[in-house]
């Protein structure tokens, strides 16, 4: 890739963090946006980063910060989709915002975010655009069905993308995390460890790490012929 400017959604924390420390390390210039102010200059310990301020569900918000990048020159050749929350609730209990936030933020900013910067990788011949779904996308979970059914939304959206961009040298594939050590794994019980561990065949979570690896790798030119992929990184367990 040319321009090596990557930008990243719900970069503040968790697998979002990980990824942006990752492409600061492999030489691009970073963007990560989070929905409340935060100080990615000092989590990443490079002045080559841009923090937004952006809640990716409000589309004039996203156009100022186009419009904002822009006027710095600032394009991104690389856009990972990563921004997602859970609001779980069995489907008879579940309320109609619980379902709405959840499609929203994880699915529908999918198709704001890329919409917003895909014209300027068709301008400029590449790009690449790698969107985080999950392994409930495949699974299911009970108590997920808002947000099993955003991150399969997911998967149509990358190989549908895929076949009409594919001719201008953009690629877009995505990554479904298994359980991935992080503050929801930390507050499990030792039993339900045991339970979830017991279904993976790597019997052992992931790292953070694990999937920002994946994603460099899809960014770079090693990656150009591979698209409309979805990817587990897992340890095994859809398979299972």
Known sequence: MINKTVLITGSSRGIGLSMAKAFAEAGYFVIGTSRASFDLEASLGTKECLHIALNVTDRPAIIEAVKDLN???IS???????AGIT???LFLRMKDEDWDDVIDT???S???????FLKSMVKAREGRIINISSVAALMGNPGQVNYA???SGIGGFTRSLAKEVASRNITVNSITPGFIESDMTDALTDE?????LSGIPAQKFGDTSNIADLAIFLASDNASYITGQTISVDGGLYMS
């Open 106 to 108: 994880n699915l529908t």
């Open 192 to 196: 339900q460890r045991s339970l979830i």
């Open 87 to 89: 609001k779980d609730q």
């Open 76 to 82: 991104p050749s690389v856009i990972v989709n990563n």
């Open 149 to 151: 059914a955003s991150k």
């Open 71 to 73: 006027a710095k020159s």
């Open 110 to 116: 999918v198709f704001n975010i890329t919409k917003a």
